[in-house]
């Protein structure tokens, strides 16, 4: 398997130099169109998601997940990620396929849209990751 940037997250969530790891388009290509809708992290799991920063450009969530902890089912836009502290994870994808990460501290990454996935913390430390989130590149004049 190719490299996963989660991290899923959050990846990455989802960061991770894993060998297991899958890129954005593997981790979507098994995903029907119609149910690629996307499903905010924040909203979706507003206990392990916290903004940090947003405005018309980015928005910068804090992603926080303890051992034995798992999110509920979302996707990511384009966005950067750097883990704050790593562990180990579980992503659970909407085809069925599970993908186990192993985020390295201080590792930082690029990845193009997430489709639906959760994430399970099967490690034993609590995993923090900072996302960048892209929402525009347009500079206003």
């Keep these: 398997m190719k490299k996963i940037a989660l991290f899923i997250l959050f990846?990455?969530?989802?960061?991770?130099?894993?060998?297991?790891?899958?890129?954005?388009?593997?981790?979507?290509?098994?995903?029907?169109?119609?149910?690629?809708?996307?499903?905010?992290?924040?909203?979706?799991?507003?206990?392990?998601?916290?903004?940090?920063?947003?405005?018309?450009?980015?928005?910068?969530?804090e992603y926080s997940l303890k051992p034995g902890e798992k999110d509920d089912w979302h996707t990511h836009p384009a966005k950067s990620s750097y883990v704050v502290s790593g562990g180990k994870l579980k992503i659970n994808l909407e085809n069925g396929e599970k993908i186990i990460a192993d985020e390295k501290t201080g590792t930082a990454s690029w990845m193009d849209y997430v489709g639906k996935h959760y994430v399970e913390n099967i490690g034993d430390s609590t995993v923090t990751i900072v996302l960048t989130e892209i929402k525009s590149l347009d500079k206003k004049q």
Excluded: G, W
């Design 11 to 61: 990846a990455s969530f989802l960061s991770s130099c894993d060998q297991n790891a899958k890129s954005s388009a593997e981790l979507n290509s098994n995903a029907p169109k119609e149910k690629q809708a996307n499903a905010d992290a924040v909203k979706a799991s507003p206990e392990h998601f916290k903004i940090l920063l947003e405005n018309e450009y980015v928005r910068v969530v």
